[in-house]
């Protein structure tokens, strides 16, 4: 029998552990699993809290979406998608925090630098580029009319 971690990544409701085991035996006959699971959650945890990033091996993974901020490589099922450095802030800053709603204000001081944080309608268009660069299915941006938008692709996007 083989087993061995697919993928961690971090979700809303906790971290989402993807094992892959072959073979007749019971995942817990695989002496190693817990060990390499550990590992591998504390390397999403060390990740998660310094920033540091795993460089990627390749661009598909069974993900419609995957982020690999390290390298600030996107794919779409499978293909790399060229974005513009902010379209990549835009893009990496929602999916590093999926569920949460951020106005205009909050993205234009978060994303862009601005100090006061103004909102305009330069969010809206960089939305739109993503959207159209990304593809159906694969960007998962709701807009909230009147409040601002929120990632809802974390059970479709790897981000590492």
């Excluded at 989402?16 to 695989?30: C, E, F, N």
């Excluded at 379209?87 to 994303?111: I, K, Q, S, Y």
Aim: hydrophobic fraction near 40%; charge should be neutral; proline fraction near 7%.
């Amino acid at each position: 029998m083989t087993a061995s971690v697919v993928r961690v990544a971090t979700e809303p409701s906790g971290i989402g552990v993807h094992i892959r085991v072959s073979g007749p035996a019971a995942p817990t006959d695989y002496p190693g699993l817990v060990a390499d699971v550990t590992e591998a959650i504390d390397a999403v945890l060390a990740r998660r809290e310094t920033g540091v990033t795993v460089p990627p091996q390749r661009g598909s993974t069974g993900e419609p979406l995957v982020v690999h901020l390290a390298s600030r490589q996107v794919f779409a099922h499978g293909d790399p998608v060229r974005l513009t450095r902010l379209e990549f802030d835009l893009l990496a800053f929602l999916c590093t925090r999926p569920g949460a709603v951020h106005d205009r204000t909050t993205l234009m001081r978060e994303v862009w630098g601005e100090p006061h944080g103004h909102g305009s309608r330069t969010i809206d268009v960089h939305i739109r580029k993503l959207r159209e660069k990304l593809g159906p299915g694969t960007a998962n941006i709701t807009t909230l009319i009147g409040v601002g938008y929120r990632f809802d692709g974390s059970g479709t996007a790897l981000v590492a």
